[in-house]
Nanobody, 122 residues
Framework: QVQLVESGGGLVQPGGSLRLSCAAS????????MGWYRQAPGKQRVLVAA???????NYADSVKGRFTISRDNAKNTVYLQMNILKPEDTAVYYC????????????????WGQGTQVTVSS
């Protein structure tokens, strides 16, 4: 059984910072890519940032220069440092593990966390 557990969401004022964490647990062999998506009310879930096991990153244009994604492969954990937060960053943030390989289970699969609310408001 694989679980992705997110933490670090909350309420912050515009211009503030938050750091999200997501730890994947279970009998994990490898995870190709870990990332963060977000979904605002009435909108589709979209990619915010992602990082491969080799350290390659990509970001949504709207967060470039403000957000930084990092990863600890040994801990199967991904982080999202969010700075200069704006009201439009308000959303539920979801952690994703792409092409995760589990011991004894053939193939690689996609997993999601339960989501953590980020609210940017004065």
């Amino acid at each position: 059984q694989v679980q992705l557990v997110e933490s670090g969401g909350g309420l912050v004022q515009p211009g503030g910072s938050l750091r999200l964490s997501c730890a994947a647990s279970g009998r994990i062999v490898s995870i190709y890519r870990m990332g963060w998506y977000r979904q605002a009310p009435g909108k589709q879930r979209v990619l915010v940032a992602a990082i491969t096991s080799g350290g390659s990153t990509n970001y949504a244009d709207s967060v470039k220069g403000r957000f930084t994604i990092s990863r600890d492969n040994a801990k199967n954990t991904v982080y999202l440092q969010m700075n200069i937060l704006k009201p439009e960053d308000t959303a539920v943030y979801y952690c994703n593990a792409d092409r995760l390989v589990v011991v004894g289970l053939g193939g690689a699969y996609d997993y999601w966390g339960q989501g953590t609310q980020v609210t940017v408001s004065s």
